[in-house]
């Protein structure tokens, strides 16, 4: 198993984050915030997948106002994502927010930095200083010819970092973010030499679900082979609970955490008997809201079905018109028609989760 890099530990809410801490895993809405409700859905449905942290976009007044409503009955610790505006920043304290998410490029200037790092001392929260490279100081991008590069997003984070710990004020994480992977791993790859605070990774937008699962998985997935990242999001152009059933499917991938069921699924081929791909995928969908970390198999031929089954804590393995139903090592079922294949292989993976949970 990977070992993190400890870094120093903070505590946002009530999820612990660096000092070798397991990786968290958050996600941002995309409701109004201004609809407390709706904004209040999401949240549920992103915890429900798995979120440990949520990120809620702050742009006015309003929005500050509606966390008043919003973070008491959140089910995880909220983060209020500020640009441009010190004084949202401030008043999304004042509301109770678990963290706050500034960007060194656009919040107002040292004094504003300095204001908000008062504001979030007095109340508890964690500072995100998010650097991204499409926002970077003029000044920095002149330093560094005009480019956006590593040792500039790195710059730019221990500038804004260095004025909030004048203050006092050292609950901090950093990010530093941009849509090309490569540049950003590198970025990633420099702060642990220049300090100890924890990092939040990500490949920031990265595209469709598909497209930006897979850059995630590249850039996320080699930064934390090498015990880099503290807290992670999937940027994704899809709804929040999607980026984090992939944060976990990466995290699952490099044995670091696991939740859920995973559905493994072989390559289909001329030897495929059966409706592989619409089984696993029924499968899928229906053992969702299963937390505990089950391994669920969906078999398509006798190469390397039977094996594979009996290696799963619930599996199927098809034949022609028929297949076998496998749960913990032994074969269960066989000969089962495929109009029945799903209940079967339901109803052995819930008996298993059951056992397993003590539920």
Not at 188 to 217: C, F, M, N, Y
Not at 323 to 352: F, H, M, S, T
Request: charged residues 25%; positive net charge; proline residues 5%.
């Amino acid at each position: 198993m990977t070992e993190i890099k400890k870094t120093r530990p903070l505590l946002l809410g009530t999820v612990p984050l660096g000092g070798g801490a397991p990786v968290a895993v958050q996600t941002m809405t995309d409701t109004d915030t201004r609809d407390a409700a709706a904004t209040l859905a999401q949240i549920g449905r992103a915890a429900g997948a798995g979120a440990e942290i949520v990120r809620v976009a702050v742009p006015d007044e309003r929005a500050a106002a509606a966390l008043k409503e919003i973070i008491p009955e959140s089910p995880v610790p909220l983060v209020a994502d500020i640009h441009f505006d010190w004084r949202l920043a401030v008043l999304a304290a004042r509301a109770g927010a678990a963290g706050l998410r500034i960007n060194p490029g656009n919040i107002g200037g040292p004094e504003k930095t300095r204001a908000v790092a008062e504001a979030a001392g007095r109340q508890g929260a964690v500072i995100r200083v998010g650097v991204n490279s499409g926002s970077l100081e003029k000044e920095v991008l002149a330093r560094h010819g005009g480019r956006v590069t590593a040792e500039g997003l790195v710059e730019s984070a221990l500038g804004q970092v260095r004025l909030m710990e004048e203050t006092g004020f050292r609950d901090l994480k950093v990010s530093l973010k941009g849509s090309d992977v490569l540049s950003t791993v590198a970025a990633v790859r420099l702060w642990p030499k220049v300090s100890d605070l924890p990092q939040h990774i990500g490949i920031t937008e990265a595209g469709g679900a598909l497209e930006g699962a897979v850059k995630s998985a590249v850039g996320l997935g080699l930064l934390l082979a090498e015990g880099l990242g503290d807290t992670i999001r999937v940027s994704l152009t899809a709804p929040p609970e999607e980026e984090v059933r992939a944060a976990w499917a990466i995290l699952r991938a490099l044995g670091l955490r696991a939740r859920g069921v995973e559905v493994i699924s072989c390559p289909t081929c001329g030897r495929t008997e059966g409706p592989v791909a619409l089984l696993a995928e029924e499968a899928r969908k229906r053992l969702s809201d299963l937390t505990y970390p089950l391994k669920v198999a969906v078999m398509g031929c006798v190469v390397n079905g039977p094996g594979e089954a009996r290696h799963a804590d619930a599996a199927v393995a098809l034949g022609r018109g028929h297949g076998q139903v496998y749960a913990g090592g032994r074969r269960v079922a066989a000969r089962v028609p495929y109009e029945k294949l799903i209940d079967l292989l339901e109803a052995e993976a819930r008996r298993r989760a059951r056992n397993w949970s003590g539920t």
